[in-house]
């Protein structure tokens, strides 16, 4: 399937759904789901998490860059993220970004989520450069997905 990025001009749209995903009430839950690349890393909804290699450990450097958070908004949580089948607990932990907000992490890397994603496991984006670096997925482990 050929990927097609949104363009910054159809973000706004998008941004009120990604800004509903994102604030929700409770603990953020990490999934791990069978895809077409592999084993990867899901949020609770089955949607693909991404990490950006621009991003330092357990530093989110999207926030900086115009633009990057409406795109790839940060898998937020309200509490202790919880750990699904096959993710390790261990791995898991938050950072705090602008707004006192608390960003799931996963083995020191902030996660993401890709407006573009409308359903569960899609790997489309996966290896995509923008933003000055490149989204992959993750695996149980931590290491990058390609």
């Not at 993220?81 to 938050?94: E, I, N, Q, R, W």
């Given at each position: 399937m050929k990927r097609r990025l949104i363009p910054a001009v159809g973000l706004a749209a998008l941004l009120l759904a990604a800004t509903a995903v994102a604030a929700s009430p409770r603990p953020a839950t990490i999934k791990l789901a069978k895809t077409g690349v592999g084993p990867l890393l899901t949020n609770g909804?089955?949607?693909?998490?991404?990490?950006?290699?621009?991003?330092?450990?357990?530093?989110?450097?999207?926030?900086?860059?115009?633009?990057?958070?409406?795109?790839?908004?940060?898998?937020?949580?309200?509490?202790?993220?919880?750990?699904?089948?096959?993710?390790?607990?261990?791995?898991?932990?938050?950072?705090?970004?602008?707004?006192?907000?608390?960003?799931?992490?996963?083995?020191?890397?902030?996660?993401?989520?890709?407006?573009?994603?409308f359903g569960p496991r899609q790997t489309d984006y996966i290896g995509t450069p923008q933003f000055g670096g490149t989204w992959y997925g993750v695996n149980a482990t931590g290491g990058k997905v390609t």
């Open positions: 909804s089955g949607r693909t998490v991404y990490m950006f290699t621009k991003d330092g450990r357990n530093k989110n450097r999207c926030g900086r860059v115009s633009g990057c958070e409406l795109t790839w908004p940060p898998v937020i949580t309200n509490g202790r993220p919880t750990a699904g089948p096959g993710v390790k607990a261990s791995l898991l932990s938050t950072i705090t970004i602008s707004g006192g907000r608390h960003q799931v992490t996963y083995a020191g890397h902030p996660l993401y989520t890709y407006v573009g994603d």
